[in-house]
């Protein structure tokens, strides 16, 4: 990856601060982009997973919280998640710890509590916000299920990590949004204006390259019950029809079990086998409400049409009847009728691939550049 940002931002001291690195999915290649863009930032984050995670990442130097020492917390058991969740009350307190030395900027990528990291004298801060933290205003069923009990012990915990995500926000300097969907929130929760930048996405590296489409649909997710691949999985199950699925997650094991032998599960696959799947596709499948979501831009750069609800980052993604479909009700009807519109459908390659191109680094850091200077500015 070169570097497009402006001579002078490249020579800013400049700390990064990410939730955690306990994978390789959107969140981290935002991080990615940021590493190679700011060759000689320290990276500040509650967790740490070097086996997982990526080698431009890993080269940096890696500054880990209190949990770190935690037995077993990075690992991963039968192809599930590791239970760091479980400590959310204990991250506002870990990235406080924190003390990291004055610096020209931090870019903090948050979707949970990075941006809680505290900035030091002179040092203005810019929050990369890919959500408000999720799991305190927003999808409660989705990420704790409807038991009573739970519910009773959990909400007063809720509400003090809202409290404590609607402080630390007043000491970002500036917000940026990754999608317009997430721009909304954070005025509705922080109260704070927010530019918009959307998600890189590597266009040098997915291509569409000369395969044909192949005889499958395609799913990328993180398998947990608010990306809704369990209606994706009953809507293929009543067609026969053929569904891959790259990913992992909590639901692995029950959607396997759910499944009929038509939808094949590929796990974590590395980025070339990616790339081949996205070629090979017919289209990318993507059922639920995702802040950006990096999946649907990826699957057009390879040239390939996307069936999406009508939602979240989506509507900043997929461009109806010109890169994909929209379906606008989630249940199996609403998303059949959409599957099929699009098989039907006769997609031109190279549009998808055209629209796609805005979502490319350069255009990235382009953008960035122009938030870090308004930020430096204020």
Same mark, same amino acid.
């Given at each position: 990856?070169?570097?497009?940002?402006?001579?002078?931002?490249?020579?800013?001291?400049?700390?990064? +601060?990410?939730?955690?690195?306990?994978?390789?999915?959107?969140?981290?290649?935002?991080?990615?982009?940021?590493?190679?863009?700011?060759?000689?930032?320290? /990276? $500040?984050?509650?967790?740490?997973?070097?086996?997982? +995670?990526?080698?431009?990442?890993?080269?940096?130097?890696?500054?880990?919280?209190?949990?770190?020492?935690?037995?077993?917390?990075?690992?991963?058991?039968?192809?599930?998640?590791?239970?760091?969740?479980?400590?959310?009350?204990?991250?506002?307190?870990?990235?406080?710890?924190?003390?990291?030395?004055?610096? &020209?900027?931090?870019?903090?990528?948050?979707?949970?509590?990075?941006?809680?990291?505290?900035?030091?004298?002179?040092?203005?801060?810019?929050?990369?916000?890919?959500?408000?933290?999720? $799991?305190?205003?927003?999808? $409660?069923?989705?990420?704790?299920?409807?038991?009573?009990?739970?519910?009773?012990?959990?909400?007063?915990?809720?509400? @003090?990590?809202?409290?404590?995500?609607?402080?630390?926000?007043?000491?970002?300097?500036?917000?940026?949004?990754?999608?317009?969907?997430?721009?909304?929130?954070?005025?509705?929760?922080?109260?704070?204006?927010?530019?918009?930048?959307?998600?890189?996405?590597?266009? &040098?590296?997915?291509?569409?390259?000369?395969?044909?489409?192949?005889?499958?649909?395609?799913? /990328?997710? *993180?398998?947990?019950?608010?990306?809704?691949? &369990?209606?994706?999985?009953?809507?293929?199950?009543?067609?026969?029809?053929?569904?891959?699925?790259?990913?992992?997650?909590?639901?692995?094991?029950?959607?396997?079990?759910? @499944?009929?032998?038509?939808?094949?599960?590929?796990?974590?696959?590395?980025?070339?086998?990616?790339?081949?799947?996205?070629? *090979?596709?017919?289209?990318?499948?993507?059922?639920?409400?995702?802040?950006?979501?990096?999946?649907?831009?990826?699957?057009?750069?390879?040239?390939?049409?996307?069936?999406? $609800?009508?939602?979240?980052? @989506?509507?900043?993604? %997929?461009?109806?009847?010109?890169?994909?479909?929209?379906?606008?009700?989630?249940?199996? *009807?609403?998303?059949?009728?959409?599957?099929?519109?699009?098989?039907?459908?006769?997609?031109?390659? &190279?549009?998808?691939?055209?629209?796609?191109?805005?979502?490319?680094?350069?255009?990235?850091?382009?953008?960035?550049? %122009?938030?870090?200077?308004?930020?430096?500015?204020?």
């Amino acid at each position: 990856m070169g570097n497009s940002l402006p001579p002078k931002l490249q020579e800013l001291d400049v700390i990064l +601060s990410h939730d955690w690195i306990l994978g390789n999915r959107g969140a981290e290649r935002l991080l990615e982009v940021l590493c190679t863009t700011f060759e000689n930032a320290p /990276v $500040y984050t509650l967790l740490h997973d070097p086996s997982v +995670s990526s080698p431009l990442i890993n080269r940096h130097p890696i500054k880990t919280s209190l949990l770190q020492r935690v037995p077993g917390i990075t690992t991963r058991r039968n192809g599930k998640e590791p239970f760091h969740r479980y400590l959310l009350p204990l991250f506002p307190f870990a990235i406080e710890r924190f003390r990291p030395p004055e610096a &020209d900027l931090v870019i903090s990528s948050s979707h949970c509590v990075a941006k809680g990291i505290r900035a030091r004298g002179r040092t203005k801060h810019l929050c990369y916000c890919h959500t408000p933290m999720r $799991y305190a205003w927003l999808f $409660y069923e989705e990420y704790f299920g409807t038991s009573p009990v739970k519910r009773a012990v959990l909400t007063p915990i809720l509400a @003090a990590l809202r409290r404590w995500d609607r402080t630390s926000s007043q000491r970002v300097h500036r917000f940026a949004a990754n999608s317009r969907c997430v721009r909304d929130r954070i005025r509705r929760f922080y109260g704070r204006d927010a530019d918009v930048i959307f998600g890189p996405v590597d266009t &040098d590296r997915l291509t569409p390259g000369g395969r044909e489409s192949g005889d499958y649909d395609l799913v /990328v997710s *993180g398998l947990a019950p608010l990306k809704k691949i &369990d209606l994706a999985v009953s809507v293929y199950n009543r067609s026969g029809a053929k569904l891959k699925i790259v990913g992992v997650g909590t639901q692995m094991d029950y959607l396997r079990r759910l @499944a009929e032998p038509n939808v094949e599960f590929l796990g974590w696959v590395d980025d070339d086998t990616l790339v081949d799947v996205y070629r *090979g596709c017919r289209m990318l499948v993507f059922p639920g409400v995702e802040d950006f979501g990096l999946a649907p831009p990826e699957a057009q750069a390879c040239g390939k049409p996307v069936v999406a $609800y009508a939602q979240g980052g @989506a509507l900043d993604t %997929v461009e109806e009847g010109v890169t994909g479909v929209f379906f606008h009700t989630q249940n199996t *009807g609403s998303l059949s009728e959409a599957i099929e519109k699009c098989a039907a459908t006769r997609w031109s390659r &190279d549009t998808i691939r055209a629209r796609a191109e805005r979502f490319g680094i350069d255009q990235f850091r382009r953008r960035l550049a %122009v938030s870090i200077e308004k930020c430096l500015a204020q």
